[in-house]
Each structure stands twice: as structure tokens, then as C-alpha cells.
């Protein structure tokens, strides 16, 4: 049961207070002096503080003041009839939670409150979350400084304990896969499979068996029955990335299993009942994708019921520094030696464009530490890093010359100029094929997933 503090020195008010919220399922304690509040509150554990500005002997802020500096952990909501705003404004940065200004309603403070009870649930999920991710090894990063960030997040936290099917979108690299491993992480189903499947790196012809598996004989080379992903991920997730890649045909099929919660094999006759949590991830606009008739509507709309939306790194710089320093550190493990970044290094590369997004962050940093082979990286050490600003670093229109690049220095390797040379040919192939993948690996003589790793390596969008 939420514990709550009431301070007020008025008896009628104190009085009224502890009914009202005893009522609504509150363990409620009252004080009418500040002072005594004080030493109860640092005494005794409360989830909220309910302080009346203007008291005797100890003011509400004074009172507020003094609890936050000795370390007191509950979210304090302050009343007051006096002030208005500017007494809202000065509770706000000394700390407060909320402001109530008096007289109120009895269903504005109950609100209040469970806001707060919100606000606290969804902080400690979220660090639950962080906690958990920062413990695969497998995974990113789940830093959330910025508030495009701490919103999605709060979704996570909000959405994880439901079996709702969930849409994440965002630019590659923003770490949609790291976001449908959180919700897997937070939900239910944390103890069964997480399954992550890129649809855009499996050919069409391969993809519905992949998915729906397939029995002996179905076609040549079955040669066993085999299980799909979706019964592979049976009691768990299961996440379709790069879902707007679907086929049309593959898309009527995934609708079907949405609606009867059963899948089936390829060449098969009977259907199998399957329970996995479906979450979706894509890089394109389905809303643009269905007007045009590439994507079904009624797929869109049981696919996004509820939306995340990641913003590129660029837009969320506040998350920059604390991403390379994690990324730093945990690569020292990897290593055996220690990583760390100057806070030149922190500045530059909070600068960057990083188009790639986190993925092109990390690649970055791990490629720093690992030609460099310096304890402490410097701005310098990232050249050169596909991605970054002219100067520092090689561009995509960096041409090859028959001497030393124009960024590469006299002493280049042979690995810098092959992965130049890399970049610029997908660059090239994906300009002339209007940013089709397909169609560029066919360009480039090399599988689509190859030119997926490729794309992930170099930061390519």
C-alpha cells in the first residue's frame, strides 16, 4: 500500500486529507508542524509527501529544501492558496514533484497522486530495463538522456505488460531490435524465446517457409519437417524487422495469423496453434507504403496498435555521450585493456552527423580503440570513420587516388582503402538503383544479406 505523508497546520484540512485519501487506498499519516514532519519523513519510508506551503516554525519549501538535501526519496507535491505560479515555479525547482493550489477538489488530489505513483512505477521499470540490457552482452546500449528517449521508454514500460502488438519505427541503427528486447525483457513472456527475424535479408521465395516452417517433401530439398520462426518463438516474441519488406501474398498470410493465432507449414494440410507476442519494426513510412499499395491497410492497422518512434541520434544528442562512454567501457572487457574517451573526444563526437545512428556510434568507437590501441581515445584517433564531418574523417565522395587518399594519412593501410573503396561502390550501387537494396546487391554481385552487413558496417542509409 502507497504510504503517504500529509503536513499541514491546519487540523481540518489534516483531517479531511487523511479520510479522502484513506478512501481512495492510501496508508495516510498526518502532521500539523513542519519541523516534526521533517524527522518522520527522514525517520520512516513514504512514496509521497503531501506539504502545505505557508506553515509556523518550518515553511513548506524550507521544509521541502531541507528534505531533498538530507537525501529523502519520496516525491513531494506541495499546496498552497498563496502565489500561484511564481509558488508553483519556486516548489518546481527546489525539487517538488507537483504543485495543488488550494482550494481544490477531492478528485484533483487523488489524480495527483496517482500520477505520481505512475510517474515512480514507470522509473523504476525503466531502470529495471536499462539494468537488464546493460547485462546481455549481445545487446545495445538502453541509455535515455534525452527525452525523445525517456518518452519512448515510458511506452515500453507502459506497453511491456500487455500483449499488445507493437510497431517500432525509427531510421536503421536507432535501436529498434534493443527497444522489442526491452518490451520482451519487461513482459510476461521474459522467460521464454526472444526471436528477431530481418525480412529484408531473406529472399522472397524462402521467406514464408522460414517464418511458417515447412513439412518433408513440401519442395525439393525438404528433406525433414522443420519448424518456423513463429513456432520456434512460442511462449515468447517475436519480432519481424524491416516488416514492410513483406511480400503482398506473405502479408495476407501474416494477417491471418494475427486474427486465428495459428500457423501453417508450407505444404502442409493442418494448422498449428502458436502463442507469441508479434512485435514489428521498419525503417519506411507504412502509412506512405499502404496509399501506394504496397503494404495491406488491414495489416498496418493490426500492426500499430501502438506506435514507438525512435529519433535519429542526431535529434537526441543528450544520449551521445552517456551511449559512447557505455560503449567504451564495455568494449574494455572485450579488450582486456581499458577504453576510455577525453572529453575532447565526447565534445567531437557529440558534433557528428552519425547518419548510421547507435550502430554507426559503436562501429566508430570500437574501430577507434582497436587501430589506435590507446587508453584514452582523442578526436583524431576516429579518422578515418565513414560518417563523420569532412576533416576528421573519410566522406562517401572521398575519391581513391593513385597516391595517399585526400583522408586517408600518408601512412593508410590497405584496410582503410579496401573499406573505402567498399563504401563508395554500395554508395554508388544504392544512388543508381534509387536506394533499392535488392536491385543494388544484384549491382554489386554480392547476396542481400552480405550488402545488409555491409550497410551496417559502414553506417550507410
Known amino acids: 500500500m502507497t504510504r503517504v505523508l500529509v503536513v499541514d497546520d491546519e487540523p481540518g484540512l489534516r483531517q479531511s486529507l487523511g479520510l479522502l485519501l484513506a478512501d481512495a487506498g492510501y496508508d495516510v499519516v498526518a502532521e500539523g508542524n513542519g519541523t516534526r514532519a521533517l524527522e518522520r519523513a527522514l525517520a520512516e519510508s513514504f512514496d509521497l509527501v503531501l506539504c502545505d506551503v505557508r506553515m509556523p516554525e518550518m515553511e513548506g519549501l524550507a521544509f ?29 525547482k527546489e525539487g517538488a514533484y507537483d504543485y495543488i493550489p488550494k482550494p481544490f477538489r477531492p478528485d484533483e488530489v487523488v489524480l495527483t497522486l496517482r500520477k505520481a505513483e505512475e510517474r515512480e512505477r514507470l ?64 513482459s510476461a513472456r521474459a522467460a521464454g524465446p526472444f526471436v528477431a527475424v530481418n525480412c529484408a535479408a531473406i529472399p522472397d521465395t524462402l521467406l514464408e ?110 544520449d551521445i555521450a552517456p551511449l559512447a562512454a557505455h560503449f567504451a567501457a564495455r568494449l574494455a572487457g572485450r579488450l582486456g585493456r581499458r577504453v576510455a574517451l577525453s572529453e575532447a573526444a565526447l565534445a567531437w563526437l557529440g558534433e557528428q552527423p552519425w547518419p548510421g545512428n547507435v550502430r554507426s556510434l559503436e562501429h566508430a568507437i570500437e574501430r577507434a580503440a582497436v587501430l589506435s590501441e590507446k587508453e584514452v581515445l582523442e578526436p583524431k584517433d576516429f579518422g578515418p570513420t565513414p560518417g563523420l564531418r569532412p576533416g576528421s574523417a573519410l566522406t562517401p565522395d572521398t575519391p581513391l587516388t593513385s597516391g595517399a587518399s585526400p583522408g586517408l594519412p600518408e601512412t593508410g593501410t590497405l584496410k582503410h582503402a579496401v573499406e573505402l573503396a567498399e563504401r563508395q561502390a554500395i554508395t554508388a550501387a544504392l544512388g543508381a538503383a534509387a536506394g533499392n537494396r535488392r536491385e543494388a546487391a544484384k549491382r554489386l554481385g554480392v547476396s542481400l544479406r552480405t550488402l545488409f552487413y555491409k550497410m551496417d558496417r559502414y553506417g550507410i542509409e
Open 64 to 92: 521541502l529544501r531541507a528534505y531533498k538535501g538530507r537525501g529523502g526519496t519520496a516525491l513531494v507535491i506541495m499546496m498552497s492558496a498563496y502565489g500561484g505560479e511564481e509558488a508553483a515555479l519556486a516548489a518546481m
Open 123 to 186: 522509473g523504476r521499470t525503466i531502470a529495471t530495463l536499462r539494468a537488464q540490457l546493460d547485462s546481455a552482452p549481445a545487446a545495445r546500449a538502453l541509455i535515455a538522456e534525452s527525452p525523445a528517449m525517456r518518452q519512448a521508454l515510458e511506452i515500453v514500460a507502459r506497453v511491456a505488460g500487455h500483449p499488445t502488438t507493437v510497431l517500432i519505427t525509427g531510421e536503421r541503427g536507432t535501436g529498434k531490435e534493443v527497444i522489442a528486447q526491452a518490451i520482451h525483457r519487461a
Open 209 to 318: 517457409s522460414e517464418l511458417f516452417g515447412y513439412v518433408k517433401g513440401a519442395f525439393t530439398g525438404a528433406a525433414a519437417d522443420r519448424p518456423g520462426l513463429f513456432e520456434q518463438a512460442d511462449g515468447g516474441t517475436l519480432l519481424l524487422d524491416e516488416v514492410g519488406e513483406l511480400p503482398l501474398a506473405l502479408q495476407a498470410k501474416l494477417l491471418r495469423v494475427l486474427q486465428e493465432n495459428e500457423i501453417r507449414r508450407v505444404g502442409d494440410q493442418k494448422t498449428r496453434r502458436v502463442d507469441v507476442r508479434l512485435l514489428a519494426a521498419t525503417a519506411k513510412d507504412l502509412g506512405a507504403e499502404a496509399a501506394s499499395g504496397r503494404f495491406r491497410h488491414d495489416l498496418l492497422d493490426r500492426l500499430n496498435v501502438v506506435a514507438i518512434h525512435l529519433r535519429p541520434l542526431s535529434e537526441r544528442r543528450a
